[in-house]
């Protein structure tokens, strides 16, 4: 297949081309920086859900039915998955896929799972680069589940436009605690299995935390008190009970991004960061590249005790920058 | 107070100055580069740990009574407590610390806790130059507690010489699957609260798990079946139970890093993927900082779309390189 081909059949979202353009992309193989770029032209019409949320808050289900009511409406879907386990873990994964099962012969909707990578900020790249795949293969809708704990989690949930995040009543302490660093990135808060005692309790929480929240300076860069104001919805995902409150939430959510001042803002910062990320990807690779050896005869001289980390990382940053001269 | 007193000051062990240092360190004030690189010549003895596990493990309260222990032979002992929330969650961070607080008054154990930045990377890095203050002014053993379910929890465990992974029986199915990417990063696997019910099968799994481990690939890049196997070994921290025995696991993996050929190979590879995230760091930085007011004309052109992200990228490489030159 042509390079020139596969972006045809990708824009024309043909299952197997969309399937290698993603796995082209997870792997980073050559031709994946051309591919990109002339799928470019052809994205920005998909609109972007993060959904993250502690472990068993029962995301996956969640999203399947949302999916339903996208599909109901005509939109077609696309999800990345992805999640903080290794290969090994191949099994759970699978279970957790399998909750999502329910769409698995529609042809609207295109389920991918990511592996975590090694380097850091590989993941974030990844789904960068996934989403901009399904966008130009035509999926209005594209969900990127996330595991939301860690820090590259959170940079993930802040590639979508509007990010949802999902809780449940009676966690543990420690588990709480988790939560409080993903209050910052919720724009929609579901609080699911809301049939379950605590519900009251755990929304009472929210209400507080997301008050505190709004008085913070964090609030200052989520553009909070600004014409949207995070809204707490309960549903039970497995009776699709209140999930078209949480697609509707999200609908408007995504009507204040395009119309409000504050949510025009917010999708600027969301491109910068976006920028940044990129920037901060690609020259780190470069470097890497460049510096290959020298690297390694650092860390000898390090060890040897013949230099300190600190000057050896300058020297080895000079380096790189009289390269490009 | 001038930076050379600093120094002696923090190699002299005085509490308020390490917690000035600490404190320089962890709002990258200026002065940090210069305080490190002082502080260098004097680091190298402290055995640094990292403590990991899922949220709710008991890891506070095993790495209370591991103190305990360690202090008991005579060990000074500091610990960086990292955790993925923000500081909305105040409550039940300090809420976890406090278990640790049988040792608030000895002053030969130094606590720290570290909020998770903005930036990605700037934990890790951090914590790592945290451990070298914590170091410098002579505590014999470092202990870094991270909640290990991130992409930056497993780098900043990878830091250590030795990582302690506390897990706990009867745990839901997808608390599970994160504890699959902790798999990797294990020296030693402590099975807390094995009085409750399914210690037994936690116990099995792991085992099972760490076979399928041996077998694969990624063990290869941790030296395991190199005259190292981790140990799995049941406790019960709230009564010290089974602590004594994790300490001298975590004794014996020390000494197998400092004779056994592998052991010494795994030294060298810890100390490559530090000099990698430092360098990383600083070129972001110096990157940022030099690209300031073009990174904003870029971002202008890709929301108009006079450019894709990919073009403009490379742009900004090409662009702080040559300034190097």
């Known amino acids: 297949v042509s390079a020139a081909d596969l972006v045809q059949r990708v824009i024309a979202n043909e299952p197997r081309a969309v399937a290698r353009a993603l796995r082209l992309v997870d792997d980073r193989m050559p031709g994946t920086h051309e591919l990109l770029r002339a799928l470019w032209p052809h994205t920005g019409r998909a609109t972007v859900i993060g959904v993250t949320g502690n472990p068993g808050a029962g995301k996956s289900t969640l999203c399947d039915r949302m999916i339903g009511l996208y599909r109901a409406r005509g939109d077609r879907v696309g999800v990345i998955a992805v999640d903080p386990s290794s290969p090994l873990s191949g099994g759970a994964i699978l279970g957790d896929r399998l909750r999502m099962s329910s769409h698995a012969l529609d042809e609207g909707v295109f389920i991918r799972s990511l592996a975590t990578r090694g380097e850091l900020g590989g993941l974030s790249r990844t789904s960068r680069d996934a989403i901009r795949v399904l966008d130009?293969?035509?999926?209005?809708?594209?969900?990127?589940?996330?595991?939301?704990?860690?820090?590259?989690?959170?940079?993930?949930?802040?590639?979508?436009?509007?990010?949802?995040?999902?809780?449940?009543?009676?966690?543990?302490?420690?588990?709480?605690?988790?939560?409080?660093?993903?209050?910052?990135?919720?724009?929609?808060?579901?609080?699911?299995?809301?049939?379950?005692?605590?519900?009251?309790?755990?929304?009472?929480?929210?209400?507080?935390?997301?008050?505190?929240g709004d008085a913070s300076v964090l609030a200052l860069s989520r553009q909070n008190g600004s014409g949207w104001s995070v809204p707490i919805i309960r549903c039970v995902a497995t009776r699709t009970e209140g999930v078209a409150e949480v697609v509707a939430a999200l609908d408007r959510h995504r009507q204040w991004l395009d119309t409000h001042p504050a949510g025009l803002a917010r999708r600027r910062k969301r491109l910068e960061q976006e920028v940044r990320s990129s920037l901060r990807d690609e020259l780190v690779d470069t470097a890497m590249r460049d510096l290959g050896p020298h690297l390694n005869a650092a860390v000898d001289d390090i060890e040897a005790r013949r230099v300190d980390p600190y000057e050896a990382t300058s020297n080895l940053i000079m380096r790189f920058m009289r390269a490009g001269s």
């Open 136 to 212: 130009a293969s035509g999926h209005a809708v594209v969900i990127v589940e996330t595991v939301g704990v860690g820090q590259d989690e959170i940079e993930i949930a802040s590639t979508a436009h509007s990010t949802l995040v999902v809780t449940t009543p009676g966690l543990g302490d420690e588990v709480q605690a988790l939560k409080a660093g993903l209050l910052e990135c919720a724009d929609v808060f579901a609080v699911n299995k809301a049939d379950r005692e605590g519900a009251d309790a755990a929304i009472r929480d929210l209400e507080l935390m997301i008050s505190l």
